[in-house]
């Protein structure tokens, strides 16, 4: 019998709501690794993120400064954080946090010798939703022609370059999809006011969606990807049911880009599929999906991968997944003690 | 003869229709396709037919089979099997 080595690990991303973080599926890929006894602490912006009171899930929680605190609240949070669990790794899983976590990477693991697996500011930056046309470019994937926008006075010029519909998205989350003017008017103020600027204007390809939930080891080679459909989808866009798909040109697209762009990390490529097997790529995010569990599922567990790499060690591409796997999601109310809520929400911990 | 044109070429259509190698096709017959992630379900004599196709019988051969087998004159079959053919090709199941 072999024993699984212990080690703690802090995550974010608790918010395990309807447009769900993916902190919870990272978590539970993590639990259920064959090769770590995983303790998890969690990260959490709120007092209302459910994982913080998923207890047998999340071991011990920390309130951490919203990201517009910037990087030396976040130092001297993790420092007190890491002085009561001498923690090994973080996996932030917050797009609007990873900046401040990556200019950080060096300085946390020179104090603190806590390890991190992200990706450079270079490839955060190139695949940004404002950027995603050139990088197409220049990893040869098909990208849907897209502009950043920033005033509204624009809006009447895009005529020129875009046809109705087109789809008006935020800069971190969100998009919608606008049949005229006065919707990507309406749309661009919504976006404003929850991102700020820019706003991208997206040309519209019609097709049905697909994702790829990938890992890279930062030399160019492609840990594990795992294709999904989505089955049933929220108002706000999200998964609620999906299924692994046989697709292999998609997953060689997604090798394609990770090897072209030497990628460090989690990610997740969402792609339209059109009607004559085309692929276009409409977003990458710098990150693990919240349906990150679904590889866990069909055999490739990549957070663990992940922790792996960010151990140091070499690990080996996953060379399979089960199709046909499915993930259903549900909705659970817990019954929460009001002095747990009093104690993140004055203390901070949990 | 514009219509008996029309005719034939549909008699003539689908004749060496497959069914997509990947496609899993259960007992009770529902039908999965890997690539696209769609699934679907086909009443018993549907589930007849694609298991035909699947052991690339010819439109002729499956004609025949039906025809020995229920209580149904050639016209409808050719109407049915058209309608069902169309929708195996359009659902990504079946190709030509």
């Known amino acids: 019998m072999t024993t699984k080595k212990p080690i703690t690990i802090a995550v974010s991303g608790l918010n395990n709501i309807d447009s769900p973080g993916p902190g919870i599926p990272v978590i539970r890929a ?36 919203f990201p517009s605190a910037g990087t030396e609240a976040l130092m001297e949070r993790l420092r007190y954080i890491h002085n009561q669990e001498n923690i090994a790794v973080i996996i932030p899983n917050f797009d609007a946090e990873l900046s401040n976590f990556m200019n950080l990477e060096n300085e946390i693991l020179q104090e603190f010798g806590i390890k991190m697996f992200l990706p450079t500011q270079e490839q955060f930056d190139e695949r940004h939703k404002a950027n995603l046309f050139e990088f197409g470019k220049k990893h040869d994937v098909k990208v849907p022609f897209s502009k950043m926008m920033f005033n509204t006075s624009e809006i009447h010029s895009l005529q020129q370059e875009f046809t109705y519909p087109m789809v008006v998205k935020g800069r971190f989350y969100d998009a919608y999809i606008a049949y005229n003017q006065e919707q990507v008017a309406t749309y661009f103020n919504k976006l404003v006011a929850k991102w700020g600027l820019p706003i991208i204007i997206q040309e519209y390809v019609f097709g049905s969606e697909v994702n790829v939930t990938a890992i890279g080891d930062g030399n ?35 090798k394609r880009v990770i090897s072209s762009s030497k990628w460090r990390g989690g990610m997740e490529l969402e792609f339209i599929k059109t009607a004559e097997d085309e692929y276009y790529l409409l977003e990458i995010n710098p990150r693990f999906p919240a349906w990150v569990y679904l590889a866990k599922g069909c055999g490739q567990n990549h957070p663990e991968a992940l922790i792996r790499m960010a151990l140091g060690e070499t690990v080996e591409p996953f ?17 929460v003690d009001l002095k747990e809520f009093e104690q993140i929400s004055t203390l901070g911990e949990l | 003869m514009i219509h008996k044109i029309r ?29 696209t992630g769609d699934s679907f379900s086909t009443n018993p004599i549907g589930f007849e037919i694609i298991n035909l196709l ?34 195996l090709q359009s659902s990504q199941i079946a190709e030509e």
Do not use: C
Request: without cysteine; charged residues 30%; aromatic residues 14%.
């Open chain 2, 54 to 87: 699947k052991e690339e019988k010819s439109k002729d051969e499956i004609r025949a089979f039906i025809l020995d087998r229920y209580f149904i004159d050639e016209s409808t079959f050719e109407k049915d099997f058209y309608d069902f053919s169309t929708l």
């Open chain 2, 7 to 35: 005719e034939w070429a549909l008699i003539g259509m689908f004749n060496r229709m497959r069914i997509k190698k990947n496609i899993a096709i259960s007992e009770s017959g529902f039908i999965f396709n890997p690539t």
């Open chain 1, 319 to 335: 060379d399979k997944y089960e199709v046909g796997k499915m993930f259903v999601r549900y909705s659970f109310d817990m019954i």
């Open chain 1, 220 to 254: 160019g080679n492609a840990i594990g990807a795992v294709p999904m459909r989505k089955l049933f989808i929220t108002d706000k866009g999200k998964a609620w049911a999906g299924i692994s798909l046989d697709d292999q040109k998609l997953v060689e697209i997604a």
């Open chain 1, 30 to 65: 993590l639990k259920e690794s064959t090769i770590y006894d995983v303790r998890i602490i969690g990260l959490s912006y709120e007092a209302l993120e459910p994982g913080l009171y998923m207890h047998k899930l999340v071991d011990k929680s920390y309130q951490v400064p």
